[in-house]
């Protein structure tokens, strides 16, 4: 039996594994519009560029063996615009990529390889949970746990998850320790199906309500963005990543600066009044202050009242946490103050400076925050911010009140601060504090009331702070970018190369 023999068994193995889960699978996904696994990886890297590892992978189960072209994950390696990454995409036409020994093992390969060569690693979710005859039994418990690392999060490398379908099982864990998730509409996680919790619980689950991108969008905060298509999804994983670094050894990519970029601050001053209580968009402030058309926000649904997002300064990556007052006034509440905490660990973990634009009346209490840990929160937030180590640079717009003033980069929880000649600092709103001190309310004695009112703004304004070096300067809100851009020149010469301690690199994911 000669070489040719052997080559051809090879190419009809081969042929087999690319088949997937047959025509008649592949066939009903293309009928309902949905991508196939190998389909998403031809949208998501570049063109020729996947090496994949672990093609010939079948379930170790002699009866499965035939049913299991890849195992129902396929794991390798590609490029996204040129930049190396690892990635495992499910594929569901086998065996729903139902968790196994030995696609577990394909994972586990790819995950380490990502971090040890400094990769990124994109898991595209879709998959039905633990194959049961794996799991079955003394000995399936054996198989658990025998790799450690499995669930460990350092931060070494960025991971991210795009939920394509029905993702339960390790669809599921990933997302939940991934820096970034994206859902398409359609998809759902949860820990088990709608079906076997159904069984669990004796009741009827919906899918959707179980855990569809509504709820995990503007309730539970785990998704960041949610799309209508593969397509899409997949542009938002590209998009994200082109943020960050490979690896949190360098520092995030510097991009062309589009043209008109220094231009979009012009008219600022018709966007923010001057009045802390009126309201505006903060999205509005934030996309003049950035390089042209590259916001890229996160968790838009999640704790509105304060906006995180990526976006670029002269070319370098920035992440900017800002108060939104279209939002409660932007009063912080319990999903704000987490969605803070998660930021400013990703901007820390991954060597990205942090920009704080302040325009807040300070934390919304009552009985439902207080409930729900609202302290607990606002210390998680302190703590993280207290082992920040990239530059931290804060400008005051309108109000900053109370314990939120500390939350916000106040103090010494900045590297440097500014304020717009309009800003108001103090323990609370003055009508407020006129109240607690005076006992006065405006119905009953209006000019009183407005006498003290105006005494407590004056050792509001930003003149005094400035006066104090508290505030290093007090800028015309038409200059904030090219403030910020001379700090991020200056900050980013440090020998460091503008590559943080990573403090926060083992802070959980989801808590």
Not at 143 to 152: A, S, V, W
Request: aromatic residues 8%; neutral net charge.
């Amino acid at each position: 039996m000669g070489h040719d023999t052997y080559i051809e068994e090879l190419r009809q193995r081969r042929e087999k594994a690319y088949g997937m889960g047959g025509e008649d699978r592949l066939a009903k996904r293309r009928a309902q519009g949905v991508l196939n696994a190998r389909e998403r990886l031809d949208v998501l890297l570049d063109p020729d560029s996947f090496f994949e590892s672990g093609l010939l992978a079948t379930s170790f189960r002699p009866e499965a063996r035939d049913k299991t072209p890849a195992d129902g994950k396929i794991a390798g390696f590609g490029a996204i615009d040129g930049r190396p990454v690892a990635v495992v995409s499910n594929d569901f036409t086998v065996m729903g990529a139902s968790s196994s020994v030995v696609n577990g093992k394909k994972i586990k390969h790819v995950r380490q390889v990502a971090n040890d060569s400094g990769m990124p690693l994109v898991m595209l979710g879709e998959s039905a949970g633990a194959r049961m005859p794996d799991r079955m039994g003394a000995a399936g418990r054996a198989i658990l746990g025998q790799d450690p690392l499995e669930y460990l999060r350092d931060r070494r490398t960025p991971w991210v998850s795009a939920l394509l379908g029905s993702c339960y099982g390790s669809s599921t864990w990933y997302a939940c320790l991934s820096d970034f998730v994206v859902m398409r509409k359609g998809a759902t996680m949860a820990v088990a199906s709608s079906r076997v919790t159904e069984l669990a619980i004796k009741q009827a689950v919906d899918a959707e309500e179980l855990g569809g991108w509504k709820l995990h969008t503007a309730t539970t905060g785990i998704v960041d963005v949610a799309v209508d298509s593969d397509e899409e999804a997949l542009d938002a994983v590209k998009r994200f990543l082109a943020y960050l670094p490979s690896h949190n050894g360098e520092a995030p990519p510097v991009a062309p600066v589009p043209a008109g970029s220094d231009d979009a601050m012009a008219d600022i001053l018709d966007v923010v009044p001057d009045s802390r209580t009126q309201t505006y968009d903060s999205r509005d402030v934030i996309r003049r202050l950035l390089d042209r058309d590259s916001l890229f926000e996160l968790k838009p649904r999640f704790g509105k009242s304060m906006v995180t997002c990526l976006g670029r300064v002269a070319g370098k990556t920035v992440g900017v946490l800002a108060n939104n007052p279209k939002f409660k006034g932007g009063a912080i509440d319990v999903d704000a103050c987490a969605k803070a905490t998660s930021f400013l660990v990703l901007c820390d973990s991954f060597n990205i400076p942090i920009v704080f634009l302040v325009d807040q009346p300070g934390f919304l209490i009552g009985l439902d925050g207080e409930k729900r840990g609202a302290p607990g929160r606002i210390m998680n937030w302190m703590n993280a911010l207290s082992q920040v180590t990239v530059p931290r640079f804060v400008v005051t717009l309108r109000k900053n009140y109370g314990q939120a003033y500390l939350n916000m980069g106040g103090g010494r929880n900045s590297d440097e601060a500014a304020a717009w000649p309009c800003a108001d600092y103090g323990f609370m709103d003055p009508g407020t504090a006129v109240n607690v001190l005076y006992g006065l309310r405006y119905e009953d004695t209006p000019e009183e009331f407005k006498r003290r009112v105006d005494e407590i703004n004056q050792d509001n304004a930003p003149w005094a702070l400035a006066g104090l070096y508290e505030a290093k300067d007090v800028i015309d809100p038409r200059d904030t970018r090219t403030y910020l851009s001379r700090l991020l020149e200056i900050y980013t010469r440090k020998p460091s190369r503008g590559v943080g301690a990573h403090r926060l690199s083992n802070w959980p994911t989801s808590y």
